[in-house]
């Protein structure tokens, strides 16, 4: 014997505009979700750290700051502590571009002080380069900044390195002078 609440609880779903309405929110709830799994949905920190190996010389303050930095912005760092001239020449980036440290990640070299956005912004332009590069130290890029450089920040450049060896602006750091 059927009460009246499952009498009316069956006619409910059976009913044409019930199924309707399911056959249109369905698929649109499955789009949704399917949407946000697309690449480049988000653009926080991935939850899959991103490998990196970093070369650098074991007694460097400033490239562990450095590494510290790639860490927090979802990179997975491999560190070698054995210096990074010989990796350097190995990998075809110039000496005149070089800096303290050197890293490897998504097939591009990575030297220097790089900001983390700047290696997201290759990774996810994959332009034919050789990497990116900050040659020298320039205070106030990751690692070479905070109350130990008395918060100071110098202009720097983030350089496209070409595998000629050639280079073009990628991004430019060129904080205002305080008033």
């Not at 912004?121 to 900044?145: F, H, R, T």
Request: charge should be positive; hydrophobic fraction near 40%; charged fraction near 15%.
């Amino acid at each position: 014997m059927t009460t009246v609440h499952q009498h009316r609880r069956a006619s409910a779903a059976a009913s044409p505009a019930r199924r309707q309405w399911l056959a249109t929110a369905l698929p649109l709830l499955a789009a949704g979700a399917a949407i946000t799994l697309l690449p480049g949905a988000s653009r926080a920190t991935p939850k899959t750290p991103t490998p990196l190996e970093v070369w650098k010389d074991p007694n460097c303050g400033c490239c562990q700051d450095w590494v510290d930095h790639m860490q927090a912005n979802g990179f997975a760092v491999k560190v070698h502590e054995t210096g990074n001239n010989a990796v350097r020449a190995r990998l075809g980036l110039p000496q005149k571009l070089g800096s303290c440290h050197t890293a490897l990640v998504g097939g591009y070299v990575v030297e220097g002080h790089v900001p983390a956005s700047d290696v997201r912004a290759l990774l996810q332009q994959k332009p034919k380069a050789l990497g990116l590069a900050v040659p020298g130290m320039p205070v106030g890029s990751p690692g070479m900044d905070g109350a130990v450089y008395g918060n100071r920040r110098d202009p720097y450049d983030v350089l496209l390195v070409a595998r000629d060896g050639t280079t073009r602006v990628f991004n430019s750091y060129n904080p205002k002078a305080p008033s």
